[in-house]
């Protein structure tokens, strides 16, 4: 069962992506405004790095930009998109990770993803856990972190979940059973303190 | 009936509506009868809480237009390939001349026509070189070897 109730990109973006590539700029900026805000999450996933999720998600809108014409819709609209934002983030972790990596804190990268929140407290609190899990979250190997998000964070089906990462379903589901089983040993082994705290 | 250990194993890989205890599996009925094993699978669902909340409550901090006004206010990138070309290039160079240097002397660009056995070759050696002709198993290729002639 998904974690959020979080609408489908893809029916929101369908009618918008008609509208926009038959010229209309309104339906063009509300599309890239709906998509800016996913890939910017899939980049902070790939990057786990606030400012490095911008410079990604900025690359994929210009990237979309230009080639929504172009767009023959053969693949599912998510399905492409999510790819051009992992091979964004993969490109951009290549270009950066000999003069960046070492220099950003591990601190900045857990604080500067932290959601908002209403009540002060709760706010330090929740932050708190989040930037505990996330940062046992960011251990997971690339491959399962992306299986975990894509299946238990955004809450697709396995099919839909290999689709997206072009591999099969099989291999999906043991990715996802084996960062599962990681992240909760970590979390009740490594964090008692998750439970008392919420 | 399971046991907590076994109980424990189940949860490590459950989907969170058997970790709710929603469901009638085996977890499922566990839980509803041992408060531990529920303790645990509440602390697993409110930590992957967490972290949907952190990882969904992402928003960037720029509006879809400012980022393409920022992306395009970047210094752009010339020639990508080109860049990338250039040190493929180098190194093919690199490894082009120390072939070169460790192969010798060029071969000569004309090859004198087969002679078939050289005891009946007449070659002449360069001034300060001495020469030896080699028949080889191929009655067609005799090789022609001129080196430096030894000083007294």
Redesign the interface.
Known sequence: MPLTQAKELDDVVAPLLRRAQAGDAAARDELLGHCHATVYRWAVMHTGDADDAEDVAQEVLVRLDRSLGSYSGRARFTTWLYQVTRNASVGFGRRIASRLRLARGFARERSAIAPPAEDPVARLQESHIGRLVTGLFRRLPAKQREVFYLADIEGLGPQETAERLGINPVTARAHLFRARRALRTWILEEHPEVAEER | MITCAEAREL???????ELRGGSGSTLGLHLATCDHCR??A???L????????????????????E??R???ARPARRFPALRRAIPLAAAALLAGLLIVRRAGPPLPRALPAPAGDARNLTVAAPPGRSLALLNTANPDVVVVWFFPKEQP
Do not use: V
């Not at chain 2, 949860?11 to 509506?17: E, F, P, T």
């Open positions: 949860l490590l890989q459950a989907d969170r509506s303790a645990r509440a602390r697993i409110a930590a992957e809480q967490a972290l949907a909340d952190t990882l969904l409550g992402a928003r960037p901090r720029h509006t879809a237009p980022a393409l920022r992306a395009s």
